[in-house]
């Protein structure tokens, strides 16, 4: 992490949020998440709130997205800030002309006079660069293959929700565990927040999580297992956290052939599941391109659907704390 973004301790107001390592204590969790259940007061009663009125939002996304988009969009909605939100980036704005990350963040502020902007972008120092320059706030919508920060505290708003339960959790992450940035950023936050963690890392072999990360969770004592045999593990499981096996980042390094030979290779489906635990939850960051079959979507382990909605109230709540801080 470099100087220029902060470690919360305790206090948001006019920070930036672009990576997990700037939380220092599940307290911090604790009061967004305290925050959370308000806005979802909010959002049911159908009653939008004027916390916001006043301030600007602008969103700058320069790759595609449905959940994240839509969902800090409409959060500063119901909190009644004005929206500036751009998608298409790097087809439709200057960066086609050339125009880096620096200038851009300075000259939406201009142009907009935003109070706050929303940002993702296919490098991992994306965010870094635009909190070193831009002149207000940054939060991050993904970077790269690196975080995803808001991803992770709306994932684990879920388990609270659903298990009732944020500690002493068994973890499998399936999938792409090189390119996702998700199971990356949640697994930084279970390491807070569960010092009896254990995490399942199951993978095909080309797509196995950092080294250092791994290296980085043992030494703060979680008990990790890696293996590529998802029924060795999945009885044990709490929660089986599924992602999509991510092509664009095969096309890019010109992998197409070693895409087509894992694309399938964790798909679930009802008698995948057979070996699960009653009580426990499916999840999955979305989009799915295949992964789970349309058949688990009714199973009541099936979470993955209303996790899209706890995007809508945690970001809400962020937003909340950045731009007014705690009162
Ligand atoms: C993910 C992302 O963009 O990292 N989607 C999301 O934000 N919910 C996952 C993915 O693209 O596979």
Known sequence: MSDTVKKFNNHFKGKSFISIDQLTSPAEIRKIFKEARRMEKIVL??????????????????????????????????????????????????????????????????????????????????????????????????????????????????????????????????????????IKSLGKLLVLVDKKLQLFLVSPKILKMPRELVHEWQEKGVKIVETDDLQKVLPEADVLYVTRIQKEWFEKEGKLDQYEKVKHAFDINLKTLKKARKKMIIMHPLPRVGEIAYEVDNDPRAVYLPQMRAGLYTRMALMKLILLGDK
Request: overall charge positive.
């Open 45 to 182: 009663k159908r009653k939008p709130s004027k916390l916001l009125s006043g301030y600007c939002v602008a969103e700058l996304f320069y790759q595609p997205s449905t959940r994240t988009f839509t969902s800090f969009l409409a959060a500063a909605e119901w909190l009644g800030a004005l929206t500036i939100p751009i998608h298409g980036m790097s087809s439709y704005s200057s960066v086609v002309k050339g125009e880096t990350i620096e200038d851009t963040v300075r000259s939406v502020h201009q142009t907009t006079a935003a109070d706050l902007i929303v940002m993702r972008h296919p490098d991992n120092d994306s965010t870094e660069i635009a909190v070193k320059y831009s002149y207000v706030p940054i939060i991050s919508g993904g970077a790269g293959t690196k975080e995803h920060p808001t991803q992770a505290i709306l994932d684990l708003y879920t388990i609270e929700k659903t298990l009732g339960r944020t500690k002493n959790l068994k973890v499998v992450f399936l999938g792409d565990l090189k390119y996702g940035r998700t």
